[in-house]
C-alpha cells in the first residue's frame, strides 16, 4: 500500500482571518492572505515538508484534492516537480467538507487502500509509515494528548476541542467523540488519544462518503462517513496510538511556532 490522499480544498478562512498576534514577514502575510496554508513559507512551502514525510515513510502516489481555483498548488507540484512520489490532483468541485473531498480522490484511490491527511497538519513520518506497513484494513493514527502538547505548537486549548478517539478491548474504534465534556473525558479515563485527520481506509470508505447527508455545518464529514462505515457496511477500524507530536498551520499565529520546529527537518522531493 503505497498511496495517500492530502486534502488541500480547504477556504484557509482561519489562515486569511487577521491576527495581532502573529509577527509575519510580507511573504508571510501574503501566503496567509490567500488562506492557502499548503503553500505557506515555512523556510520553503509547507506542503514540501509533509510529500517528504510520505516519501520517506515508503508511500509512491499522493493525490492532492485541490479547488478549480487552485492553479498555484498545480504550478508548484505538477510537471514533475516532485521527483520521489508520482503526484495527481483531483478537484473538489466545491468546499462540502472532509468526507466530500475524500470520495473526489476515488477514481486515484482505484480498488486500492489509501491514507487521508490534512494538508495543514505535519504527521510524524513513523505514523505515516505504520498506517501503510502495520494495518491491513481501515485505521487511524491516534495520538496521546500529552505528547501532543509536550512536543508539538499547537495550544492546549485547542487540543482540548479536538475529537477524542475510543478503542476497544480488541484496539479497534468504539468512538469518536467530537469536542469531548469534562464527564465524556472522566469516563474514558486516561490516556486520552486524539483524532488529527490521519487515516487508513479500504474502499468501501467511498460508498460511505456518498452515503452520508449534511452535517449541522452544511458539509459531509469524514467521521460522519467513518461512523457509516462502521454501523451500516461493518468496517473495522483499527486503532494505532502514538506519542509522538502533530505540527498544526491553521492559524497565522501558528507560523512562527511551525517554522521553528521544522527548521532543521530535511526536505527531499
Keep these: 500500500m503505497d498511496k495517500a490522499v492530502i486534502l488541500a480544498r480547504g477556504l484557509g478562512r482561519r489562515m486569511r482571518k487577521a491576527s495581532g498576534e502573529a509577527e509575519l514577514t510580507e511573504e508571510e502575510a501574503r501566503a496567509a492572505d490567500t488562506g492557502l496554508k499548503a503553500l505557506i513559507p515555512i523556510g520553503r512551502p509547507f506542503l514540501d515538508y509533509t510529500l517528504s514525510a510520505l516519501a520517506d515513510a515508503g508511500y509512491r502516489g499522493v493525490c492532492l484534492v485541490i479547488g478549480p481555483e487552485h492553479r498555484q498548488i498545480r504550478e508548484a507540484y505538477g510537471a514533475g516537480r516532485v521527483t520521489r512520489l508520482a503526484v ?10 472532509t468526507a466530500d473531498a475524500t470520495a473526489a480522490a476515488r477514481e486515484f484511490a482505484g480498488a486500492d487502500d489509501v491514507v487521508v491527511i490534512n494538508s495543514d497538519n505535519y ?4 505514523a505515516l509509515r505504520a498506517l501503510r506497513e502495520e494495518l491491513t484494513g481501515s485505521g487511524l493514527a491516534a495520538f496521546r494528548r500529552e505528547g501532543l502538547l509536550a512536543g508539538g505548537t499547537i495550544p492546549a486549548e485547542r487540543i482540548a476541542g479536538y475529537a477524542i478517539v475510543r478503542a476497544d478491548a480488541d484496539g479497534h474504534l468504539a468512538e469518536i467523540i467530537e469536542k469531548p465534556t469534562d464527564e465524556q473525558l472522566a469516563a474514558i479515563g486516561r490516556p486520552v488519544y486524539v483524532s488529527m485527520n490521519c487515516w487508513r481506509f479500504r474502499p468501501v470508505i467511498f460508498e460511505a462518503c456518498g452515503s452520508i447527508g449534511l452535517s449541522s455545518r452544511g458539509e459531509k464529514e469524514l467521521p460522519d462517513a467513518v461512523e457509516y462505515a462502521r454501523r451500516e457496511l461493518g468496517e473495522t477500524f483499527d486503532v494505532l496510538r502514538f506519542d509522538e507530536p502533530v505540527l498544526d498551520l491553521s492559524r497565522r499565529e501558528d507560523i512562527a511556532g511551525v517554522k521553528a520546529r521544522l527548521a532543521d527537518v530535511e526536505v527531499n522531493l
Design 88 to 97: 495527481t490532483f483531483a478537484v473538489q468541485a466545491e468546499p462540502l467538507g
Design 123 to 126: 504527521y510524524p513520518a513513523s
